[in-house]
């Protein structure tokens, strides 16, 4: 899924997680499926954790016996306003871009200029954003990351606070094993990743893959020893828990909760146009569907943000399975329907909601209904908000049957091509006659 989606919806790793939840034939769920009967290693022994904060913006990495090296201040580089493939960027920029602009220097100056030694450290990266230097209205991005580890007998989750390559976590995996087992643990000791844990500190790439500057590693926020610090700051980890040592929690990370900034102004009044209702559909369903076909119905709504149903949903498509049961098959969380809220009157505070759902071509046939669930706020001078429920007309959904109808060899625009074919009205009405 790429930016040119602008719909609430979980990603491709959520839509994958949807699938598995409901079953649906899917060749990559059978394979996860029989992974999961097919496994034999019953996992045993101690459960166990090592978690710390740590300054990745001050860090001395040892390269060699004569040289070491730092992580610096967070920054973005010039390839990460190119994006990716998936979702590029705008403007004029490219990944792989490792020299600067003069005129883009001087907009990123405006918000805060790089140091010398902040440009040197992250070199080759050309500084577009200086995240860790500027602090208004507080820290871009932060200096202080979360690091730990679980450990499920002899299975031990990384717990990375940010996006690694793929090479990188191969290395950092890797690594960890290799100290878990020098350290004590047995052979069979399985390490894997789990990204995007605790704090998000962007992209985490390899030295060589720093070096390229693509959207990656101009993401790479801690500069080009980004990876080799959160090695050994794992491994380190790694020790302790094999060891039973105890690791200091480090820096506190500072919390920005009670001073964000909103800009989003509160709900002030819903309205609804005369003789209609909150929850009434103004534009309703036909009568009948097709299987793989779409229907939509739209209702008289109010804002979402009245409420905005936390393990809840603003729709339902119910099938009817008697004359008061009605089964709910699906809701705003489902792949196939969309809520589409809009403001229809900023003055009177009047808004609707379409509710579009994409029939499968395998839906039971039936009779369905399709449900709207919100909350209003009609008086501009109450904070009271009054929960409304609107409903569809029961429409059909029916199979598709093919079936020919004379009729329609009879229209004109047909018949000219039957003429022109040398063929006569006679021999398909004898070819519509043994149609069974």
């Known amino acids: 899924m790429n930016n040119t989606n602008h719909l609430i919806s979980s990603d491709n790793k959520g839509y994958a997680a949807q699938l598995f939840e409901a079953a649906i034939n899917n060749n990559s769920l059978h394979c996860f499926q029989d992974l999961f009967n097919s496994a034999k290693s019953m996992l045993s022994g101690p459960v166990d954790f090592r978690h710390q904060f740590v300054n990745m913006s001050n860090i001395t990495i040892k390269i060699n016996d004569t040289y070491s090296a730092m992580t610096c201040k967070p920054a973005m580089g010039y390839s990460f306003a190119a994006g990716t493939t998936d979702g590029p960027g705008a403007f004029d920029f490219k990944q ?58 002899d299975f031990v989750i990384i717990a990375v606070p940010g996006e690694f390559t793929t090479m990188s976590g191969r290395r950092t995996r890797d690594a960890v094993r290799d100290s878990l087992i020098k350290n004590g643990l047995p052979s069979t000791t399985k390490t894997v990743i789990a990204g995007l844990a605790n704090t998000y500190t962007d992209y985490i790439t390899t030295y060589e893959e720093y070096q390229i500057q693509r959207y990656e590693g101009a993401s790479t926020i801690y500069g080009p020893h980004t990876l080799k610090a959160y090695i050994n700051q794992f491994v380190f980890l790694a020790e302790a828990m094999v060891l039973n040592k105890t690791v200091p929690v480090g820096p506190k990370p500072p919390n920005y909760l009670s001073s964000q900034l909103s800009f989003n102004l509160p709900v002030v009044y819903d309205g609804q146009p005369s003789g209609q209702v909150f929850g009434q559909a103004i534009k309703d369903v036909s009568l009948k569907y097709l299987q793989n076909s779409t229907v939509s119905v ?75 669930f919100g909350y209003a706020k009609p008086n501009p001078l109450s904070e009271a908000i009054k929960e409304f429920t609107g409903s569809s007309k029961p429409f059909q959904v029916v199979t598709k049957k093919l079936k020919f109808d004379w009729r329609d060899f009879n229209r004109p625009q047909y018949w000219r091509y039957f003429k022109a074919l040398g063929h006569y009205k006679k021999k398909y009405q004898n070819l519509y006659n043994t149609i069974p």
């Open 298 to 372: 739209t209702f008289v709504s109010a804002n979402p943000r009245n409420n905005l149903m936390t393990e809840k949903t603003f729709l339902t498509v119910e099938k009817q399975n008697s004359s008061t049961d009605w089964e709910v098959i699906a809701t705003d969380s489902s792949w196939n329907t969309i809520f589409a809220w809009e403001r229809t009157s900023t003055l009177f505070g009047e808004s609707i909601a379409t509710i579009t759902w994409d029939i499968p071509a395998d839906q039971p046939t039936g009779t369905y209904r399709i449900r709207h």
């Open 96 to 153: 792989g871009t490792t020299k600067d602009n003069f005129f883009w220097n001087l907009i990123r100056d405006l918000i805060a200029e790089p140091s010398n030694e902040q440009v040197k450290c992250q070199a080759p990266k050309p500084i577009l954003l200086d995240t860790g230097e500027a602090s208004e209205p507080y820290p871009w991005q932060p200096q202080i990351a979360s690091t730990q580890l679980l450990r499920l007998g």
